[in-house]
């Protein structure tokens, strides 16, 4: 049978498996001499440390034996010494288990630390692999960036639709053009005359901020009825003004691509070209058409503006000087032309044909002069009113011209009796 010594035999790794243990070298000569005992770790090993005896077990030895009593104490100084170096490897066995369970806490630590790092190092790569950094600023300069692409895609789709409508208006314009030669109503009153593609670009341009126009003028008539604050109202008020800095950038293009349409009053409806001036208002007049509705003034307010319409005047009286000394240059070279009919003339008369081009083109300039005359007008009123006089003033400019377009509309579709009367009384009259 194993005795509980024997049984201590049977596993000699139990001390030897804390390899972060040092024992001294003489106390493993000494442990090397008898068999090793086992620590009591496992509870489901037996314990071997019974064998020994206690101080108790000592006490029953008689005292009338010397030898006995001599035995005795030895063999209590030999169980005693066995005893303290047991507790002492006991106590090495223990600190080793300390070592290894403070080596396994903190290897666990280490690698709890890794996992924690590999985690956020994986959540930094999907935050910048989705977009949402952890960066304030980059966060903001992301968004930045959506809402700029935002805005970008916001503009191409209204710019293919301005497209698209102005390739729309611009087929209806042709069909319209078709219709009207097809009936005899040739355009300009010339034979076969046919509208430049310039031309046609321009009227399609000229619809479209008609349109806008009308927009704004609803903004400025609810602004005014709302009693907006003057900033909101200023903000309309620039708006408008930069709408017509637009329309006298078209009609700049026009007058290059195509000046008879431009002067003759065409793009306009026939109740505008009774007050057309070198393709478009005149400006002094404007300033009178618009004194009762920007009422009341202050006596520096009439002072300018009475001042702004003096220096009109004058700038218009040369333009009209410039343009009449034109007509009278251009109608000598023309007059002074040789017939076709002769043959030797031909050279003469292409000669003065040239001169004649040439003093056609300085029409482009005086349309574009006056245009500009017109253009710092407006701007000039509107440094000389207050917002919401400027306010109606723009209105004002809006109305009277949609009321000149709605008497045109008025004419062209009054009655036939109407017309049967207008004609019975010109025979009338003619006698």
Partial sequence: TVGPRDRCYAYPFVITAFPSTVVDTATAAAAAARPPPTLDIFPSWPLALHHHHTPKEGSNVTADSTDSESSSKNNINMDSSDHHHQQQQQQQGMVGLVTVAGQFHQISQQQHHQHQQQNMATSSTHSDRTGKAVDPKTTRRLAQNREAARKSRLRKKA???????????????????????????????????????????????????????????????GGLHAHLPDGDLRAIIDDTLTHYDELFRLKSAAARADVFHLITGMWATPAERCFLWMGGFRPSDLLKTLAPQLDPLTEQQMVGICSLEQSLQQAEEALTQGLEQLHQSLAITVAGSGSLSDDTNMGSFMGDMAVALGKLANLEGFVIQA????????????????????????LAIGEYHNRLRALSSLWASRPREILMTDEGNCGELAY
């Fill in 159 to 221: 710019y293919i639709q301005q497209l698209e409508s102005g390739k729309l208006k611009l087929a209806q314009l042709e069909q319209d053009l078709q219709r009207a030669r097809s009936q005899g109503l040739l355009v300009g009153g010339a034979p076969g005359g046919n509208s430049s593609p310039g031309a046609a670009m321009f009227d399609v341009e000229y619809n479209r901020w008609l349109d806008d126009d009308s927009r704004r003028m609803i903004e400025l008539r």
């Fill in 371 to 394: 245009d500009n005359l017109r253009q710092q007008t407006l701007h000039q009123m509107h440094r000389i009113l207050t917002v919401r006089q400027a306010a109606r003033c723009f």
